[in-house]
Nanobody, 126 residues
Framework: VQLVVSGGGSVQAGGSLRLTCAASGSTYDTYCMGWFRQAPGKEREAIALIDDESDAWYGDSVKGRFTISQDKDERTVNLQMTSLETEDTGLYYC?????????????????????WGQGTQVTVSS
């Protein structure tokens, strides 16, 4: 599976950005796909995940501000980010796994991710 990320950039606090991840290759019928974020000096953390049934999970830090969606025909996952805060600054990575696991507990751990897209920088200034 290959993942190509587009989007990201710089924005002022309160602004919006959109990320897109396109999957290609031998993708799974059952999968978990989404976004991790790595802030400077911090570990990579899951922020939004979606499964093949379009059920979604959000990290507490982005809940209510970010929306994950997918186009299954195009095999793309989008992350619409609104009301951005300076704390949202970091490298954003697309992730792809063969399933989310119960309560997304498996998929939320970066060490369990099978495939990563390239990171894209998101910088939010005050």
């Amino acid at each position: 599976v290959q993942l190509v990320v587009s989007g990201g950039g710089s924005v002022q606090a309160g602004g919006s950005l959109r990320l897109t991840c396109a999957a290609s290759g031998s993708t799974y019928d059952t999968y978990c796909m989404g976004w991790f974020r790595q802030a400077p000096g911090k570990e990579r953390e899951a922020i939004a995940l979606i499964d093949d049934e379009s059920d979604a999970w959000y990290g507490d830090s982005v809940k209510g501000r970010f929306t994950i969606s997918q186009d299954k025909d195009e095999r793309t996952v989008n992350l619409q980010m609104t009301s951005l805060e300076t704390e949202d600054t970091g490298l954003y990575y697309c992730a792809y796994e063969p399933g989310c696991g119960t309560g997304y507990s498996f998929a939320r751990q970066a060490g369990n991710v099978d495939y990563w897209g390239q990171g894209t920088q998101v910088t939010v200034s005050s």
